[in-house]
């Protein structure tokens, strides 16, 4: 695995990693997002929709343990996701976990079928079955809760460090993980000695990269999500890639890549979609100078959702009546299949029958316009039109 840094502007880092599965020869242009995956496939979409998407997998598998290694030919071959590069993460990012689990020797993780304890053995024997080209260490993240103590952070610190260790040396020794890259974890709550400490000593490890867990905005508030953020990654190597896990707002994402940081989890549009909603958000830099977004009252702050629920001011709810006879299509200009093929009021009828096909057609445009958001924001750090870009993003210039 290789990054290649092209160009910084105002932290923020556009490149390409490179050498992601496959003998290689997969790369993937920084800032970007993987593709959201439930046991390697996407929710709502068949294989035949996802390869029109073009996009990286990511997932996790644990429930499925004992198939992948009777089957012993990895994931992504068993899931008939052949020629794609596959990361695992350790929790579902769309889905909150409970707390109060973990254990000096154990972390739990949460499936369908209920709570799984990972001991560092167990995790690697899941990692040698699934065969990821890269993957996290195993973890303790549970110090996102308010008043969780400096004690129990300082633990998790060290819990996360110790795993991590073990991780790598049964790394070495798995033949199935030859090929694989292995990224450490960076916790330590909302102290920054803690973070600090973190990033200093993952960093001296053997690791392709790193991932940052604990910064959503449900864990803290984001001045000091940013303070911590920027204090990381100035203790971390510049040419290993950094994955922000738990955020995925176009707000916040142009706001952590200011940061520094290259890769996030691409599982936005999936919420948005659970929520019978199409995102609908502006970031055409190239529109009419003279054009007026729709800028939040002064004082107002409309970006902090309180859960994962909560219908953000980036989506269009077509539940809502008044899409019932609107048709137009979800995005003017867009290109993916649902916007060239149906109309609002059509969705908005999948949506109130509950209809399966609502899931899918929503997906294929959420992902579509997820994706052209990164393409543009790629563009507009290579270009030095940035500060247009999140004019229009934050200024929520858009149609509905």
């Known amino acids: 695995m290789?990054?290649?840094?092209?160009?910084?502007v105002r932290g923020a880092r556009l490149g390409i990693l490179s050498g992601l599965g496959g003998g290689g020869q997969h790369s993937l242009?920084?800032?970007?997002?993987?593709?959201?995956?439930?046991?390697?496939?996407?929710?709502?979409?068949?294989?035949?929709?996802?390869r029109t998407l073009g996009a990286l997998p990511a997932g996790a598998l644990a429930e499925h343990q004992e198939v992948l290694e009777s089957f012993q030919e990895g994931a992504a071959k068993f899931a008939g996701l052949h020629n794609t590069a596959l990361f695992c993460s350790l929790h579902d990012p769309a889905t909150l976990c409970p707390s109060g689990y973990n254990t000096n020797k154990t972390v739990s993780i949460w499936s369908s079928g209920g709570r799984i304890e990972l001991t560092v053995q167990r995790y690697m024997a899941l990692q040698a079955a699934v065969r990821p080209n890269w993957y996290q260490s195993l973890a303790?993240?549970?110090?996102?809760?308010?008043?969780?103590?400096?004690?129990?952070?300082?633990?998790?610190?060290?819990?996360?460090l110790a795993f991590l260790d073990e991780c790598l040396l049964l790394h070495h020794k798995a033949q199935e993980l030859a090929e694989a890259h292995i990224f450490g974890v960076i916790e330590g709550g909302d102290v920054l000695e803690e973070r600090l400490r973190s990033s200093r000593e993952t960093a001296k490890r053997p690791v392709s990269g790193f991932v940052l867990d604990g910064f959503h905005s449900r864990a803290m508030e984001r001045e000091l999500q940013h303070q911590l953020i920027v204090a990381v990654t100035s203790e971390l190597p510049q040419d290993k890639p950094r994955l922000l896990q738990g955020v995925g707002r176009p707000d916040e994402v142009l706001a952590c890549v200011e940061l520094g940081v290259d890769l996030f989890e691409g599982f936005f549009p999936f919420l948005v979609t659970e929520r019978g909603c199409a995102l609908n958000f502006d970031f055409n830099v190239n529109c009419d100078p003279e054009s007026k977004g729709m800028v939040p009252p002064a004082g107002q702050e409309v970006y902090e959702p309180a859960d994962l629920q909560q219908v953000t001011c980036f989506e269009m709810n077509l539940k809502d009546e008044k899409y019932r006879d609107d048709f137009r299509p979800?995005?003017?200009?867009?290109?993916?299949?649902?916007?060239?093929?149906?109309?609002?009021a059509y969705l908005?009828?999948?949506l109130v029958t509950k209809e399966l096909l609502a899931g899918v057609l929503l997906m294929l445009?959420?992902?579509?316009?997820?994706?052209?958001?990164?393409?543009?924001?790629?563009?507009?750090?290579?270009?030095?039109?940035?500060?247009?870009?999140?004019?229009?993003?934050?200024?929520l210039s858009r149609s509905v």
Do not use: M, W
Request: glycine content about 10%; overall charge positive.
């Open 2 to 8: 290789k990054l290649e840094l092209r160009r910084l």
């Open 348 to 350: 908005h009828h999948l």
């Open 29 to 50: 242009e920084l800032p970007g997002c993987l593709l959201y995956t439930r046991c390697c496939s996407v929710p709502h979409l068949t294989q035949d929709t996802l």
């Open 365 to 395: 445009h959420n992902l579509a316009h997820y994706g052209g958001f990164f393409s543009a924001l790629r563009r507009a750090l290579e270009s030095g039109h940035f500060e247009a870009l999140k004019g229009k993003v934050l200024g």
């Open 140 to 160: 303790d993240g549970d110090t996102q809760q308010a008043g969780t103590s400096l004690k129990r952070i300082r633990k998790s610190v060290d819990r996360t």
């Open 330 to 344: 979800l995005v003017e200009g867009c290109e993916c299949y649902c916007c060239k093929n149906h109309k609002r």
